[in-house]
């Protein structure tokens, strides 16, 4: 069964940095480097909405609204990815979740969830 454990939030203040991980585990050995990981978030009130993904290939693509200010990684042998999140604003502030499509696409549906991790940006 595959699972995926976030951690690495907290509190922190506007302009603050924060660096969330994610560690799966239950994978058949050497599949994790074919499946793509993304970091989503919701905040109270709001849709869920993709943060930042990475295929295979190490390709990142990024929300609008993080662009510049937070980059997303991985290590295959640690079966973990990160996302490094720098000049943090108040709008950052939300439960962030990583996710896998058990894939080498990032177009399919994600399946596997973690439970999350809370951030809280204070101005």
């Known amino acids: 069964q595959v699972q995926v454990k976030e951690s690495g939030g907290g509190s922190v203040q506007a302009g603050g940095s924060l660096q969330l991980s994610c560690a799966a585990s239950?994978?058949?050995?050497?599949?994790?480097?074919?499946?793509?990981m993304a970091w989503f978030r919701q905040a109270p009130g709001k849709d869920r909405e993709e943060v930042a993904r990475i295929d295979p290939e190490f390709t990142t693509h990024y929300a609008d609204s993080v662009k510049g200010r937070f980059t997303i990684s991985r290590d295959n042998a640690k079966e973990t990815v990160y996302l490094q999140m720098t000049a943090l604003k108040s709008e950052d502030t939300a439960m962030y979740y990583c996710?896998?499509?058990?894939?080498?696409?990032?177009?399919?549906?994600?399946?596997?969830w973690g439970q999350g991790t809370q951030v809280t940006v204070s101005s």
């Open positions: 996710a896998s499509t058990r894939s080498v696409w990032c177009g399919v549906g994600f399946l596997d």
């Open positions: 239950g994978i058949m050995p050497g599949r994790y480097s074919n499946y793509c």
